[in-house]
């Protein structure tokens, strides 16, 4: 079964680092890009990025870009969404999906989310 | 960016009744569009791609279509478990942009 699971909760200060991950199972790694998505609580999704695990191509969303760092390790079959400094503003579920090509880009597999609070 | 707009952004609706959500893009995008489906609490599911085609185990229920920039999910005879936010997404241009979402809830 493909399966993609994510880490656990975080609470985190402002300014703190942070590297959440995604697990993937049951497919190719290399095969499918894989992306992220943000939810803040009670909002609509937000498209923030994919890379492929191939050639660790990567593209942001312009919101994203220099915000955040997306990346993968192709031993463990595992992206990750990194942060240098957060704010009080990345609060929310954060989602990681895999892309289908042969579905147009859509996201047709996704993680369970990860929920980042960050508060002094 | 391009930009999608949905409408309504809620609805309320019986069980059985045929729903119809509209995502409009800003500008053309073919048939570069998928809807999600997403419950409280859960991850988005995805619904359909490429505007019309339907993704393994969805019901058949569920349709999509297009005519230029305006695209439209409908529900044929909404059920229980059809209530939850829908989202459209384009993927002609990144970054790929997703719709505000559709509340539907019960009447």
């Known amino acids: 079964e493909v399966q993609l699971v994510q880490s656990g909760p975080e609470v985190k200060k402002p300014g703190e680092s942070l590297k959440i991950s995604c697990q993937t199972v049951?497919?190719?790694?290399?095969?499918?890009?894989i992306g992220w998505v943000r939810q803040v609580p009670g909002k609509g999704l937000e498209w923030m990025g994919i890379m492929n695990p191939d050639d660790s191509e990567t593209r942001y969303s312009p919101s994203f870009q220099g915000q955040v760092t997306i990346s993968a390790d192709r031993s463990i079959t595992t992206g990750y969404l990194q942060w240098s400094s957060l704010r009080a503003t990345d609060t929310a579920m954060y989602y990681c999906a895999r892309l289908s090509s042969v579905k147009g880009d859509a996201f047709d597999i996704w993680g369970q989310g990860t929920l980042v609070t960050v508060s002094s | 960016a391009i930009q999608l707009t949905q409408s309504p952004s809620s609805l309320s609706a019986s069980i059985g009744d045929r729903v119809i959500i509209t995502c409009r893009a800003s500008?053309?995008?073919?048939?570069?569009l998928a809807w999600y489906q997403q419950k409280p609490g859960k991850p988005p599911k995805l619904l359909i791609y490429y505007a019309f085609s339907l993704e393994s185990g969805v019901p058949s229920r569920f349709s999509g279509s297009s005519s230029g920039t305006d695209f439209t999910l409908t529900i044929s005879s909404l059920q229980p478990e059809d209530f939850a936010t829908y989202y459209c997404?384009?993927?002609?241009?990144?970054?790929?942009?997703f719709g505000p979402g559709t509340k539907v809830d019960i009447k």
């Open positions: 500008q053309g995008i073919s048939t570069a």
């Open positions: 997404q384009q993927f002609n241009t990144h970054p790929f942009t």
């Open positions: 049951g497919y190719i790694f290399t095969n499918y890009w």
